[in-house]
């Protein structure tokens, strides 16, 4: 279950939206087994972080409520973990993501656009990552807002940038835009996958702007070539 941001508690009232009348969502098509955005597959990604070397001291949970079993790994150049994709409908209000559409909305998301201005969870492929703490502190592995990230499921990459901060003991949130785009029903009401999605971050990287999905899909089809290389 999908809870509340950082932002949200800090942005208080003033920041929220208007409320817009929900669009009806469209049927997500069922994923085929080899399609992807770049030119690595999903495959190849999989097999790069199929062992684990655990840099999270301890482990976080997917859901509230649920046992903490999903660790952070860590590779010379990127992080991962595999869990479950939350909705995440932050940021600019548009349609499908507003007060009426998600009662936990938040006009706010942690990183901003060039101009200043949140980020659009509907149009912006992004990850949440969860904030720094005893855990993890995803800082201490070259990992802010901006990194870039290819997330798998069910045979597709999505590349993303990092672009909100959630609770600190949970894990497995993207935006609207990302399960979207990977056939996951976005709707932030009862969308997301309850396993299966992997998270990889590459340390250290970052797509500039960072609202730019152009700019994260060519740092992340060059930095997902040399992943799989073990560069």
């Given at each position: 279950?999908r ?8 942005a208080?009232?003033?920041?929220l ?18 399609l992807?955005?770049g030119?690595?597959?999903a495959?190849?990604?999989?097999t ?12 976080f ?20 973990w ?9 940021g600019?209000?548009g349609?499908?993501?507003?007060r ?18 949140a980020?659009?969870?509907e ?10 703490g ?9 990992v802010?807002?901006?990194s870039v990230a290819?997330?798998?499921y ?10 909100d901060?959630g ?5 497995g949130e ?13 709707n ?5 996958a309850?396993?299966?999605v992997?998270?990889i ?9 960072i609202e730019?999905?152009a700019a994260?899909?060519?740092a ?11 560069e």
């Amino acid at each position: 279950m999908r809870v509340q941001s950082l932002t949200l508690a800090v942005a208080g009232a003033a920041l929220l939206a208007p409320s817009m009348a929900a669009a009806a969502e469209p049927r997500v098509p069922a994923a085929p087994t080899a399609l992807r955005e770049g030119d690595v597959r999903a495959t190849d990604l999989l097999t790069r972080v199929r062992d684990c070397t655990r840099i999270s001291h301890g482990r976080f949970r997917s859901d509230h409520g649920k046992r903490a079993s999903v660790a952070v790994c860590g590779t010379r150049h990127a992080v991962f973990w595999k869990a479950d994709l939350d909705i995440d409908c932050d940021g600019q209000p548009g349609p499908r993501c507003n007060r009426r559409t998600d009662p936990l909305f938040s006009a706010a998301t942690a990183y901003r656009q060039s101009d200043g201005r949140a980020l659009s969870a509907e149009r912006l492929p992004y990850v949440v990552v969860p904030a720094g703490g005893p855990v993890w502190n995803p800082a201490d592995d070259g990992v802010r807002g901006g990194s870039v990230a290819a997330v798998v499921y069910r045979g597709r990459v999505q590349y993303a940038v990092v672009g909100d901060i959630g609770p600190r003991g949970l894990i497995g949130e993207a935006s609207y835009a990302t399960a979207k785009a990977l056939g996951i029903d976005p709707n932030p009401r009862h969308g997301g996958a309850p396993s299966g999605v992997t998270y990889i971050v590459f340390k250290n990287s970052q797509a500039r702007p960072i609202e730019s999905h152009a700019a994260a899909v060519a740092a992340g089809r060059r930095l997902a070539r040399r992943f799989v290389q073990g560069e």
